[in-house]
């Protein structure tokens, strides 16, 4: 099983939340953002990891009201201006977004079950979001000492 792992897309995944864990760790956020972070990755892994007809269904549960649209609509503004005014962290998301996917893919072609590429992809980018911690904390030490 391990010589089946498709290492390139997983140490890419590694490198992209790597990157994205030292900026956030620059914003000094408290342990609470940095769970929610982690769980917001885990849904993003989630959803990426998923069969694309349970997505559909998720979709059509989100969007089968007026009141569920209309508040979809005014995220997806909030998320627009958050683009606009956040580009070099949308920047981030977006590449680690892409990285995912391509570690799913790379999974589904090593035929491993959705649970594993979920586990799989999971560690890693948790991984990576700590390492980026670590390796800013380490960097201001070694800076300041």
């Known amino acids: ?69 209309f508040g979809l609509a005014v995220l997806g503004a909030f998320l627009f201006f958050l683009i606009f005014a956040r580009f070099r962290i949308f920047l981030n998301i977006l590449l680690m977004f892409s990285a995912t996917l391509l570690v799913r893919l790379d999974l589904q072609i090593a035929r491993f079950k959705q649970i594993q590429a979920f586990c799989f992809t999971s560690a890693f980018s948790i991984a990576g979001l700590m390492l980026g911690l670590l390796l800013h904390q380490l960097s201001l030490l070694i800076g300041n000492g």
């Open 1 to 69: 099983m391990i010589k089946r792992l498709p290492w390139l897309s997983l140490g890419l995944v590694l490198l992209t939340y790597s990157v994205f864990g030292w900026i956030l760790s620059q914003e000094k956020l408290s342990i609470l953002l940095w769970v929610l972070i982690i769980i917001g990755g885990l849904f993003l892994i989630a959803a990426l990891t998923t069969p694309w007809s349970k997505t559909t269904k998720y979709f059509r549960f989100l969007f089968n009201t007026k009141l569920k649209t």
